[in-house]
């Protein structure tokens, strides 16, 4: 939100899109061991902690589901009796489900990134699925008691600190009728909101001037009831007619935000030859280019945006996704595209993509790859983890000579990869992502039958352009705009950049 708080700090949240993870704490798998012998392709559904998917993958909305566990024996489980996240279901009396990270590690995460999140950041979490769940017994599952639910919120609460937004009374709040300036009022951010949405943490003395709101503060439509589904095209088109009833749906009330769950639905049968994390490959990518592809060709209306946007297995390259989230569903923006380029080579001026190489030094490990402005030129913006562990972020130059020859120093380092890349006449891509092969930052394209396509390593940088490529022709925007974001999309055969622009500015008067 920091970079682009000067145009959606006055908005109300109503107006916004909130990208995040589904299932946030399921990054790690706990339970009784005969369900970690059949159950984990069903129940992992990340791989980055909390903290992580905060600080690495832009995550600003947190799905927490915390429980109070009783294994059967103290034998019969790798965790004793405590608070944990949990993704369970209770099938015909017997417990389905695992548990992920604890609660003291929710915390502990929701510390670190507190300490390490711009003071314009804004972090929704949403608790649900509150429960007593005890192995072996018939029922599985309790509503926790009001001293489990106060020892949870306490906790929570204790470990965000001065980070916990609190209203200024518990008089009612709508939370789609805030700004992120009216939480960040007169306060120094990070700042979280947290809000219980199916009241399982309810009945305790705890309420909006303390840090806890409740569903009807927050209330919401979820797409996840209309789109179960583990396959991508039939989700695709389920979503889409949910997206497009939205604006006639008898639950679209007034003050009541749209959730969309983008992400596959399992069961025991379908994980049996797959797993979430498997479907995630074949969801994840999709998200961008359908939400750009509805944006632009007016399949939804208008006055369509998801205001919450959660998918399993969240990566730090899912800036792609986050990047149609944050700037693609907020209007006013404009997209602007390049011309479909038949030299390749073409006269390189305005915005193009900048090849020049970006070097992190030994010991560096990435944890994001984007693309930024500097100039006039897109230029690639990496985010890595120095050797002591520290954040740090290297941007690449402005490149006065694009084509790089032989005599090019850094071409052993990273550099952006343009070697085309060879998709089946018989798949079609659905995404694009980066990710670091050799030394060289190269187009990762995924496609609709869950294939990765990723380019060979270029040696000589000019090749044969045929197939798919990245499309270098300049991309002409007016004078009194700026870019706000880039991603890259497709159009016939061609991989192009996209540049998402802000407000135009008015004229200066002389």
């Not at 994980?271 to 498997?278: D, F, Q, R």
């Given at each position: 939100?920091?970079?682009?708080?000067?145009?959606?700090?006055?908005?109300?949240?109503?107006?916004?899109?909130?990208?995040?993870?589904?299932?946030?704490?399921?990054?790690?798998?706990?339970?009784?061991?005969?369900?970690?012998?059949?159950?984990?392709?069903?129940?992992?559904?990340?791989?980055?902690?909390?903290?992580?998917?905060?600080?690495?993958?832009?995550?600003?909305?947190?799905?927490?589901?915390?429980?109070?566990?009783?294994p059967y024996s103290s034998i019969s489980s790798d965790v004793p009796a405590g608070y944990y996240t949990a993704h369970w279901t209770?099938?015909?009396?017997?417990?389905?489900?695992?548990?992920?990270?604890?609660?003291?590690?929710?915390?502990?995460?929701?510390?670190?990134?507190?300490?390490?999140?711009?003071?314009?950041?804004?972090?929704?979490?949403?608790?649900?699925?509150?429960?007593?769940?005890?192995?072996?017994?018939?029922?599985?599952?309790?509503?926790?008691?009001?001293?489990?639910?106060?020892?949870?919120?306490?906790?929570?609460?204790?470990?965000?600190?001065?980070?916990?937004?609190?209203?200024?009374?518990?008089?009612?709040?709508?939370?789609?009728?805030?700004?992120?300036?009216?939480?960040?009022?007169?306060?120094?951010?990070?700042?979280?909101?947290?809000?219980?949405?199916?009241?399982?943490?309810?009945?305790?003395?705890?309420?909006?001037?303390?840090?806890?709101?409740?569903?009807?503060?927050?209330?919401?439509?979820?797409?996840?009831?209309?789109?179960?589904?583990?396959?991508?095209?039939?989700?695709?088109?389920?979503i889409e007619a949910v997206a497009q009833g939205w604006p006639t749906n008898p639950q679209n009330t007034p003050g009541k935000l749209?959730?969309?769950?983008?992400?596959?639905?399992?069961?025991?049968?379908?994980?049996?030859?797959?797993?979430?994390?498997?479907?995630?490959?074949?969801?994840?990518?999709?998200?961008?280019?359908?939400?750009?592809?509805?944006?632009?060709?007016?399949?939804?209306?208008?006055?369509?945006?998801?205001?919450?946007?959660?998918?399993?297995?969240?990566?730090?390259?899912?800036?792609?996704?986050?990047?149609?989230?944050?700037?693609?569903?907020?209007?006013?923006?404009?997209?602007?595209?390049?011309?479909?380029?038949?030299?390749?080579?073409?006269?390189?001026?305005?915005?193009?993509?900048?090849?020049?190489?970006?070097?992190?030094?030994?010991?560096?490990?990435?944890?994001?790859?984007?693309?930024?402005?500097?100039?006039?030129?897109?230029?690639?913006?990496?985010?890595?983890?120095?050797?002591?562990?520290?954040?740090?972020?290297?941007?690449?130059?402005?490149?006065?000579?694009?084509?790089?020859?032989?005599?090019?120093?850094?071409?052993?380092?990273?550099?952006?990869?343009?070697?085309?890349?060879?998709?089946?006449?018989?798949?079609?891509?659905?995404?694009?992502?980066?990710?670091?092969?050799?030394?060289?930052?190269?187009?990762?394209?995924?496609?609709?039958?869950?294939?990765?396509?990723?380019?060979?390593?270029?040696?000589?940088?000019?090749?044969?352009?045929?197939?798919?490529?990245?499309?270098?022709?300049?991309?002409?925007?007016?004078?009194?705009?700026?870019?706000?974001?880039?991603?890259?999309?497709?159009?016939?055969?061609?991989?192009?950049?996209?540049?998402?622009?802000?407000?135009?500015?008015?004229?200066?008067?002389n």
């Amino acid at each position: 939100m920091t970079d682009t708080f000067g145009a959606i700090g006055g908005k109300p949240f109503s107006q916004l899109t909130i990208p995040g993870s589904h299932d946030s704490g399921m990054s790690e798998l706990h339970g009784s061991y005969a369900s970690l012998a059949i159950l984990p392709s069903l129940c992992k559904t990340q791989s980055l902690n909390i903290h992580d998917q905060l600080v690495s993958c832009g995550a600003r909305y947190l799905d927490v589901r915390i429980c109070h566990y009783d294994p059967y024996s103290s034998i019969s489980s790798d965790v004793p009796a405590g608070y944990y996240t949990a993704h369970w279901t209770n099938e015909a009396g017997t417990l389905w489900g695992l548990l992920g990270q604890s609660l003291e590690d929710v915390c502990t995460n929701l510390t670190s990134a507190a300490q390490n999140l711009a003071a314009q950041e804004i972090v929704c979490i949403e608790l649900s699925h509150g429960a007593e769940l005890v192995d072996g017994n018939n029922p599985p599952s309790a509503p926790l008691t009001t001293d489990q639910r106060s020892a949870i919120l306490a906790q929570l609460f204790n470990a965000l600190g001065d980070s916990l937004f609190k209203a200024s009374s518990n008089t009612p709040v709508n939370f789609g009728s805030m700004t992120p300036e009216n939480i960040l009022a007169n306060s120094n951010g990070p700042k979280f909101f947290v809000w219980d949405s199916d009241g399982t943490y309810g009945g305790t003395s705890y309420g909006p001037a303390d840090g806890y709101f409740s569903d009807p503060n927050v209330p919401y439509y979820n797409s996840y009831w209309d789109t179960i589904t583990h396959d991508l095209p039939t989700f695709l088109s389920k979503i889409e007619a949910v997206a497009q009833g939205w604006p006639t749906n008898p639950q679209n009330t007034p003050g009541k935000l749209f959730f969309l769950a983008w992400h596959a639905t399992a069961n025991l049968t379908t994980v049996v030859v797959s797993s979430l994390e498997n479907y995630a490959a074949v969801f994840n990518p999709a998200l961008a280019e359908t939400t750009v592809n509805w944006q632009f060709n007016n399949i939804i209306p208008e006055n369509v945006i998801p205001n919450f946007i959660a998918w399993d297995f969240m990566r730090s390259d899912d800036l792609v996704n986050l990047q149609a989230c944050i700037d693609i569903l907020q209007p006013p923006t404009v997209a602007f595209f390049p011309s479909n380029n038949d030299n390749y080579i073409g006269a390189l001026q305005d915005y193009y993509p900048n090849a020049d190489p970006v070097i992190v030094p030994d010991g560096g490990v990435i944890t994001s790859i984007q693309i930024t402005n500097d100039s006039n030129q897109l230029v690639l913006q990496i985010k890595y983890n120095d050797a002591q562990n520290q954040p740090q972020t290297i941007t690449g130059q402005r490149s006065d000579n694009y084509i790089c020859n032989g005599n090019t120093p850094g071409l052993s380092t990273f550099y952006a990869n343009t070697n085309r890349v060879i998709v089946a006449e018989w798949d079609t891509l659905v995404g694009f992502g980066f990710q670091n092969s050799g030394n060289q930052i190269i187009l990762a394209p995924y496609s609709k039958r869950g294939y990765y396509y990723t380019p060979p390593n270029n040696s000589s940088y000019s090749q044969n352009l045929n197939k798919q490529y990245v499309n270098s022709n300049p991309v002409q925007v007016p004078s009194n705009v700026s870019p706000i974001g880039s991603f890259f999309s497709v159009r016939e055969n061609q991989i192009i950049p996209v540049l998402v622009l802000g407000e135009p500015t008015a004229p200066q008067e002389n």
